[in-house]
Each structure stands twice: as structure tokens, then as C-alpha cells.
């Protein structure tokens, strides 16, 4: 079993504690461990959580969603489709190798060919070497979100992954199942090496002696990640001190770990949408906006946020967090009874529907439960819902197929941008384009789709505000979809854990800069 | 086997998509078929039963997705933490069950025997989920003495095999779990054996023997808990297998790495060439342990052995 890890890492150990500073372990539980160490392997928090643990993007995500460089220094556009990034010098892999631009072209040219990564990069056309410190960055058209997008570049070591392996299969192999060099060692420049991995047991870092980033703050030299799948469990560990954070925190438990004196909650405003989808191709009644607007105003998102999420959800009207550039002030939470019952009459429907719903029950936090909610919501309205709940394995076929009227989806932005959420829950279903994957309702407007494509080539940051803030508002008035609530990520840790400046609402710790007292 | 893989395949179709579990959820679908594809998730169902009975015949139960490597090596790895659970399980129920059968078969009118029953009606009501919890909560949470989760420190043996039960930080970590899988079946034995014992008791022989006026610890220990245990042992051995499916309940609760677990996180990644192989190994086990159950009767029962010699 423990053969699995990084051999080179485990040479480097040997000088990883450097004298003086005093060695701290920081044990973690989340609910489950990354699938591999290949990076470009799987589109999931649960990479990005490693990537940002044993790797360096070229820029990163501040707490309050501005842009932070890392191993890019700092960075400039250069015309309207290029922007160029100036390297840091000096900084070293795992391996010892030196980093340079290489290989961030190299990186760069991975991600593209990677099926989870590779729809992120197609706005691009190349990365292009300047010189051993500089490398430009190309879009095919003009683009507003290339930064959100460096944000997925971790340079890996080109050279480490160049060669091949004791099966003669080429080291930079990008392997979605079965065993590949590249999803069982890793070099790259991040703060912690993989000392020893488990899967589905633990993975233990070490502190990377070389590492180039000495004004870091954090004092963690060991890093012990278990997943611990059940909730009672997590919760329980940290309790006994057997953890020093989890993440995620159970809802029914927040307010115990709030009232404890040995633990710290903190959690933030969630940009994880969760949303109902009313499909018009199967229920006639769902074409009419005012069927839609109805059951809008009959689902008390307010009361679900609050009673259900505990407060660990922050009510929607509209798909765009507040700091996403769609997020529009003039949209309010509608929730009003009698309303929706004028409004069921008006369209002609006052004896009520009878309508199926599916809803997943382990993929949103509470997800079955509010689905409950909601379907005793609509029945105020003489909405007469059977709902099915089922595991998201059993889930995402169902979800594939559209085989309810009512079906719950949740999403998140992987460029943190509301052009994002659009593409895939609102806009005219396309498979050629892949635009509207996930709009199981088939809502369908041409203005909103002009707006969204017209937005993605709007570098005027102000204007795309606009147009963005534009379809936001034409979402809500049609009511093409019922929108939840933001999930807030939560955790839970120990006192001695600072964990509160290292969080963000990615939900990727930057574990590097944690200090432990 | 055979047929036991047969369903397993039958329904692994409606255990969800694998290739959903691989990918992120904004990869296209001209990609998700492309992959589905490469694993020839496509093909026809008999090609794909044909390929894994080739592969079955050869010792060969296929790829798991989530661990990348060979299902029977995975199986292999997690045997032991289930194997060492069962164990502990079993110790605690043969050390307890007995004397406390025995006891209340023996004094049926004291108020010890009482409590014992009512505590056994409430053991077996009580769900192992909430056993786990409970515990855990006070034992780890409230007195602090023992983890909640995983295995601990472990050794290893030989090849995969590690083991926990050479070191105390492993036994600490063994205790919480083996008496959460043992507390349905303890008063069940206990239940069992006071029956059978009582049953025992009344009969001709036995009386017979208080007649000749023989020590009563002989005849209880030696005359009558020998023909008490022959039942017990029999449903003893079944239920050893039975055990190996409660695991998956007691493992998820305390994050023990076995069997069990492994197959509830099949079933939530849709791995199936894993559920299958779990299924194929599950059934061996029933197989030998109800075999080596026929074999032991044999042993210790003369009227079988008498009735196979004619």
C-alpha cells in the first residue's frame, strides 16, 4: 500500500526540518482525499486543494477575489489578447530543478490536453516563451477572464516528467484511470512535498526546504490530510483533538462547535449556487413565466437558508454572488404566498399541477432535505410534487436523461466569473456549442444568449458589468430557473489553529501560509 | 461465484456512471462518451461479461477506477483491517456471550440475569450507526480515552498484510469498533445460548445426573454447555459471515479502512469493477466459513459422526 509515493519527495525529506523553527504538525480531515497527484487528472476541489498545497499558480485568489501573484511576479497586457507574465527567479522544484518559463508553456500545453481542463483553456490560443523569466499568455480573441484562468496554471516540472518510466510508458502521460507515473509522483514549487499517500486512508506532507517563498508567514512542517467520509465522525474527531480542522461542517453541528471554548467556526459568504430547474419540454405549464414566477414566490429561500442551512447558506435571487461582476443589487428575494396563488389563477392553473422532481442526497449540503422543503412549499400552491432522492451516482444519469420536471442543480463558477454560470444553467441547450449543459429546464432565450457570448469578449471591465448585470435581471423577471441559495464553506478548528487569513471561498486552503501557535 | 458476478454485472448499470465520477462536472459530454469508450463501457453486455470471466478465470478481477490499480489487490489490502475487526469482534462476543448465557440459563430468577435481558433486548434494537456514534461520543469526545477513527499505528506482517494488533496505539484504535460490530450479535448469542442451556437443563439426562448426585459446576460446565454449544456453533458460523457484512455499517462510522468501507465508496464512485470483486470475495467468505461450520459439527457433535460411519 505504501508504496505509492513520490520517491523523489521522500530524498528530500532527509532536509526538510530546518533548525530553529519549531516543527508543528497540523492534522486535517476533509471528506475525502484527492483521486490522484496528477494535477490535470480531475477537475475538483479536491485537486485544487493539493495544487495549492504542493504547487504555485502563476496568480491567486485574495480573500476578497482580487488577483495575487505568486510565481509570476507581476504582469501586464500587451494588447488586447495577450497578457504577459514576468517570472519569479530563483525558485526551485522538489527536484531541485530550476523553474522557468518552460514550463509554464509546458504546464500550459497539458492542461490543454487534459478533458477536465481543456474547456477552461480553449479561449487560448498559445503560451509563448519570451525569454527564460517571461512567457505570454495568447487568446484566440480578446478575453476578460485570462487572469481567472492563470489561476489554473500550477508549473509542474517539465524535466522531472520528461523520460520514461520503469514501464516504458512516457512520464507526462495524462491518465484518467489506471496507473501513470504522473498520477503517483509530483514535482512542482509548492510549499509541501507528499511525503506518503494512502488512497482513500491519508496522505502526509512534508515542508519544503527550498522553498522559495521565505516571507511566508506559516510554520507548518507537517501536514497529516484524512478523510474522514462520515459527518458524525469529523466532527467527533476534532472534538476529541484527534484533528486540528475539517472541512466540510456539518450544518447540524454548527451551532455544538460554535458554543465550544476549543474550537473556532469560520465560514463565508458561499459562491456555490444551488437552484431548481422547471423543465418547460416535459410540463406545458413550466413555458408560462407566470407558472415560473409562481413557484419563485411560493419557495421561501429566506426560510430555507435559515432553518435548513443553519445559516450556512446566504439566500439567491439571482446566480451571481456579491463581488461577481453579474451580481446586481436590484434583484430581491421574492417570497410572497398569496401572490403566487393570484399568480397560478392568472395563468390558469388555480386546481394545481401535478409535477415529478429529483433531487441528489449526498452532493449539496442538505440537498434531499430542502428538496423536501421545497416540494411542501409547492403544494401550498396546489402544486403536487413527487420527488425522488437518490445518491449523485445515481444522480448524474437521471440528471443526463432530464428525467423529472423539477431538478435540482448546484454550481460553481470554475473561473469565479458569471459568464460562467450562465453558459451552463441558462443558455439555449447547444450541444455543438456546449453551451447550456446543465439547463435541464430548456430555458431557452436568444437576448440572454447574445448578451453572455457578447460578454466573454468585453474586456472594458465596466461595460461587461453591465451586460452581465443585464442578463442577470432578464433571468429574474422570467424566472427561468428558482434559485436557492449560496452554499457557505464552513470549517471547524482548534484554537491554536490561525486558519481564518489562509481561507477563501474557493474552498482551497492556502495551507502554506497557515500559522499554528 | 459464477452467479454472483452474473447479477453483479446485471445491475451495475443502474449503480450510476462511472465516467460522472472521473471527470469534473463541466467536462463536456463528447468527452465523458470518448472515455466511456476507452473503457469499453459501450460494448455490449456480454462482450463486457465475456471479458470479465477471462479475466476472472486468471485470478484477474479487473481495474478499479478510484484506486488505479488491480481490484484484487485492493481487496487484498483491506482484508486485513476487516479480518482484525471480525476478530475483535468475536473474542468480545465468545468472552461475554458464554459466561453470561450460561449465567442467566443458570440463576433464570436473579435480578442480574434481568438486567442482562433487557440490556440485550436494547443491544439488539439499537442500530450499529447509533452504537458507533454513541460510543464515540463518549469515549472519545466526552472522557477523551480513545480515537474515534482509523486504524492507528500499524506493522507490517507479511506482503500487504499490516496489522494493528501488535501495537497499543493500534488496540486502542480497535476497541470502539469491534464492540460497535459486536453489539448485535452479543445479545443474540447471549439470548441463544441462555435458550438452548435452559432447554438442556430440563432434560432427562441432566436431571439424571443431579440424581446421581454429581458436583454442579460438572454438571453444568461439562455436561450441559457441551450440548448447549452444538446450535451455537452452528449459528455462530453463519453469523461470522453475516459479520463481515455488518463491517460495512461499523467501518463507515469509524473510517476504518476495510472491506466494508471500500465497498460503500464503490457504490458512491460507481466503481464497479470493485463492487463485483467485493461481491465474488464476500461470497467465498460465506462459503468457507459455512464449510469449515460442517466440518467443526462433525468434530464436536458424535451423532453426526456415528450417521456419516454407517
Known amino acids: 500500500m505504501r508504496r505509492g509515493v513520490a520517491l523523489l519527495a521522500s530524498a528530500f525529506l532527509a532536509t526538510t526540518l530546518s533548525a530553529g523553527v519549531i516543527a508543528k504538525t497540523l492534522k486535517v480531515a476533509y471528506d475525502a482525499d484527492p483521486v490522484s497527484l496528477d494535477l490535470h487528472e480531475q477537475l475538483s476541489g479536491g485537486t485544487l486543494q493539493l495544487s495549492h498545497m504542493v504547487a504555485d499558480p502563476l496568480v491567486r485568489w485574495t480573500q476578497e477575489l482580487k488577483f495575487e501573484g505568486r510565481l509570476a511576479e507581476r504582469w501586464e497586457r500587451i494588447d488586447d489578447r495577450t497578457i504577459r507574465f514576468y517570472l519569479r527567479k530563483g525558485v526551485k522544484f522538489h527536484s531541485g530543478n530550476e523553474f522557468t518559463a518552460l514550463d509554464v508553456k509546458w504546464t500550459f500545453n497539458r492542461l490543454r490536453t487534459s478533458p477536465d481542463f481543456k474547456a477552461i483553456f480553449a479561449p487560448f490560443e498559445s503560451a509563448k516563451v519570451v525569454d527564460r523569466y517571461t512567457v505570454d499568455l495568447v487568446t484566440n480573441k480578446p478575453y476578460p477572464l485570462l487572469l481567472n484562468v492563470a489561476t489554473y496554471i500550477f508549473p509542474l516540472d517539465s524535466k522531472f516528467y520528461t523520460g520514461f518510466d520503469g514501464n516504458g510508458k512516457s512520464k507526462d502521460a495524462l491518465v484518467k484511470h489506471g496507473n501513470s507515473y504522473a498520477s503517483r509522483h509530483i514535482s512542482a514549487t509548492g510549499p509541501f512535498v507528499v511525503a506518503q499517500r494512502e488512497q482513500g486512508v491519508k496522505v502526509e506532507f512534508k515542508r519544503f526546504d527550498g522553498y522559495w517563498d521565505k516571507k511566508s508567514p506559516g510554520n507548518v512542517s507537517e501536514v497529516v490530510l484524512t478523510p474522514i467520509k462520515e459527518d458524525a465522525t469529523r466532527v467527533s474527531a476534532l472534538l476529541a483533538g484527534d484533528v486540528d480542522f475539517i472541512n466540510p461542517v456539518p450544518p447540524t453541528d454548527y451551532n455544538r462547535l460554535e458554543k465550544s471554548d476549543k474550537i473556532d467556526m469560520i465560514s463565508l459568504e458561499g459562491t456555490w449556487i444551488v437552484t431548481l430547474q422547471l423543465n418547460q419540454k416535459r410540463v406545458e405549464a413550466f413555458k408560462n413565466p407566470k407558472v415560473r414566477l409562481a413557484i419563485d414566490y411560493a419557495v421561501n429561500n429566506a426560510g430555507i437558508a435559515k432553518k435548513l442551512m443553519k445559516g450556512m447558506g446566504t439566500p439567491a435571487a439571482q446566480l451571481s454572488p456579491k463581488g461577481y461582476m453579474g451580481h446586481s443589487d436590484d434583484i430581491k428575494l421574492r417570497y410572497d404566498l398569496k401572490k403566487a396563488k393570484q399568480l397560478m389563477k392568472e395563468a390558469g392553473y388555480e386546481k394545481g399541477l401535478k409535477v415529478t422532481m429529483m433531487a441528489p442526497n449526498n452532493r449539496y449540503v442538505n440537498d434531499a432535505r430542502i428538496a423536501q422543503a421545497v416540494a411542501n412549499m409547492l403544494a401550498k400552491i396546489n402544486i403536487k410534487v413527487d420527488l425522488k432522492t437518490m445518491p449523485k451516482a445515481q444522480y448524474w444519469p437521471e440528471f443526463d436523461k432530464r428525467a423529472a420536471d423539477i431538478m435540482m442543480i448546484g454550481w460553481h463558477s470554475d473561473t469565479e466569473d458569471s459568464a460562467n454560470f450562465i453558459e451552463f444553467l441558462a443558455m439555449c441547450p447547444n450541444s455543438e456549442t456546449g453551451y447550456g449543459q446543465y439547463n435541464s429546464g430548456n430555458y431557452c432565450n436568444p437576448e440572454v444568449d447574445k448578451l453572455v457570448v457578447k460578454s466573454s469578449e468585453e474586456t472594458d471591465l465596466a461595460k461587461r458589468q453591465a451586460i452581465l448585470q443585464k442578463a442577470e435581471n432578464i433571468l429574474y423577471n422570467e424566472a427561468a430557473f428558482v434559485p436557492l441559495h449560496w452554499q457557505d464553506p464552513a470549517w471547524a478548528a482548534r484554537k491554536n489553529i490561525q486558519l481564518a487569513p489562509v481561507v477563501n471561498v474557493m474552498n482551497f486552503p492556502y495551507l502554506g501560509d497557515l500559522v499554528v501557535k | ?310
Open chain 2, 1 to 310: 461465484m459464477f452467479i454472483i458476478s452474473l447479477i453483479g454485472f446485471t445491475i451495475k448499470d443502474s449503480l450510476g456512471d462511472p465516467v460522472r465520477e472521473m471527470v469534473g462536472e463541466s467536462v463536456s459530454e463528447e468527452e465523458r462518451e470518448a472515455l466511456r469508450e476507452s473503457l469499453g463501457l459501450n460494448d455490449p453486455f456480454m462482450v463486457q461479461y465475456g471479458r470479465f470471466l477471462k479475466g476472472a478465470v486468471q485470478g484477474d478481477l479487473g481495474q478499479s477506477y478510484f484506486y488505479k490499480k488491480p481490484v484484487t489487490d485492493v481487496i487484498i489490502a483491506k482484508l486485513p483491517a476487516t479480518l482484525e475487526l471480525v476478530f475483535g469482534a468475536t473474542l468480545i462476543i465468545v468472552f461475554f456471550s458464554v459466561p453470561l448465557g450460561v449465567y442467566c440459563a443458570i440463576k433464570p430468577r436473579s435480578w442480574l440475569t434481568k438486567c442482562i435481558m433487557g440490556a440485550s433486548i436494547v443491544g439488539i434494537s439499537v442500530p450499529v450507526f447509533l452504537t458507533g456514534i454513541f460510543l464515540m461520543f463518549i469515549f472519545g469526545v466526552i472522557l477523551n480515552y480513545l480515537p474515534v477513527f482509523g486504524r492507528g499505528e500499524l506493522i507490517s506482517m507479511w506482503g500487504p498484510w499490516e496489522t494493528g494488533l501488535f501495537t497499543l496505539d493500534g488496540l486502542a484504535h480497535l476497541i470502539l469498533p469491534s464492540i460497535t460490530l459486536s453489539s448485535l450479535m452479543l445479545p443474540l448469542f447471549i439470548r441463544l445460548i441462555r435458550s438452548e442451556m435452559t432447554e438442556v437443563l430440563h432434560s432427562e439426562y441432566i436431571k439424571f445426573a443431579w440424581a446421581k448426585g454429581l458436583d454442579k459446576y460438572r454438571i453444568w460446565f461439562r455436561l450441559a454447555l457441551k450440548n448447549t454449544m452444538l446450535p451455537v456453533i452452528t449459528v455462530g458460523g453463519v453469523q461470522i459471515g453475516t459479520m463481515v457484512a455488518y463491517t460495512i455499517l461499523t467501518e463507515t462510522v469509524f473510517q476504518w479502512p476495510g472491506m466494508g468501507f471500500m465497498f460503500l465508496e464503490a457504490i458512491n464512485r460507481s466503481d464497479t469493477p470493485l463492487i463485483i470483486g467485493y461481491l465474488v470475495v464476500v461470497g467465498l467468505i460465506f462459503v468457507i466459513t459455512n464449510t469449515l461450520v460442517d466440518l467443526i459439527y462433525g468434530f464436536i457433535d458424535p451423532t453426526i459422526k456415528v450417521a456419516g460411519g454407517k
